[in-house]
C-alpha cells in the first residue's frame, strides 16, 4: 500500500466534522487560514461555516466567480497572486467552501502553491459531495477541454454537511443524483435500484445516499489511487458525457449543460454502446433510458453538432496510444475499462437517443 492509498483522506459528517476540522486546527495551528468560495457560496454558506470555527482562527476569505467557465489558469494565477500578497507561506492552509469547481480548482491552487500547502474540502453542492470532493483529484479546463490540467493530490480530510444543500436549486440537486445513479450501474444492481426511485430529492433520504455514494467512490480510489485500472470505471457516462458538456459550454447556440445532465445523456449512450458490444441486457438497458429521460429529459443534437462532440473525445485523458477508450457495462455493477469504439456505432447511439 503507497503512502497516498494509506492517508486517503477521512470524509466526516455533520457536527462530528466541525469537531474534528477544530481539533485539527488546534493540533496543525496553521500560520493563516485561506477559505476559497466563488460568489455563490459567499453568500449562501460562509457565515453557516465560519460559525463552526472555534478560537476565531485568523482567516481570510478568496472569491472567485461562480460557474464552470472560470475553473481555468486565470482563475488560478488571480488566487495564486491573491495569496502571495496576503502572504501565505507553506505553513499555510487553504479550505476549498464550494461545489466541484471550488474544490478542484482549490485543490490544484494547494497542491502548487510554494510546492504544496495543505487544504481542506468543504462541498456544499451533491454533485462535490458525492464525486469531486473525495480522491484528490484537482485541476482546471484548458479552453473547453475538462480537466486537463491538474494533479492528484489527498486533502487533509472532507466535511460533508447535507444542510448546504438547502441552498441549492433543484437542477443543481438533479445534477448531482446523475453521479449517484452511476455509482449504482457500475457498483450495485441494488443501489442503483433504490437510487432509481428517487424522483423528488429529499434531505432526510439523502443522509444516507450520501454516505453509500461516497463509500462506492472511496473503496475504489481506495483500491487504484492513480487511476490504472479499475479507477476508470467512475468515468462511466464520461467519455461521451465531458464532450457534450464541453461542446455545449462553448457553443452560445446550444443550452448550456450542468455536469450531471451531460453525463445522464452520456449514460444513456454508453449503456446503448454496451449492448452492441458487451451484450449488456437490453430490457436493463430500457430502464436505464427511461430513468435517466423521465429525470432529465432528452437534449437535441444535430448532425454537425454529433461530429464536434466526437472531436472533442480525442481529448479525454482516458484515451491511449490515439485510441478513444471507453467504460461499458457487462451487466449492472461489471463495468469494463478500455474498449474501443467503432465510429459508426457512436453516431448509432446518437440516433437511437434522439428516436427514443
Known sequence: MNDL???????????????KLNE???????????????????EHCLAKFMQQLENSPQTEVIEIEAGEEYKNLQTCEGVWNALSELEADRKSLMINLGGGVVTDLGGFVASAFKRGIQFINIPTTLL???DASVGGKTGVDLGNLKNQIGVINQPEMVLIDTQFLSTLPQEEMRSGLAEILKHGLIASETYWEKVSKLEDLDLSDLEDIIKESVDIKKEIVTKDPFEKNLRKTLNFGHTLGHAIESYCLTHPEKKRLLHGEAIAAGMILESYISTELQDFPKEKFEKINNVIKSIYGKESFSEDDIIQIKE???FDKKNERGNINFVLLKDIGRPVIDIVVPDNLIKNAFDWYLNN
Open 128 to 130: 462535490a459531495m458525492v
Open 5 to 19: 492509498t494509506a492517508s486517503l483522506n477521512p470524509v466526516l459528517y455533520a457536527e462530528n466534522a466541525y469537531q
Open 24 to 42: 485539527f486546527l488546534v493540533e496543525n495551528d496553521p500560520s493563516r487560514i485561506f477559505i476559497l468560495v466563488d460568489s455563490n457560496t459567499h
Open 312 to 314: 472533442l473525445m480525442k
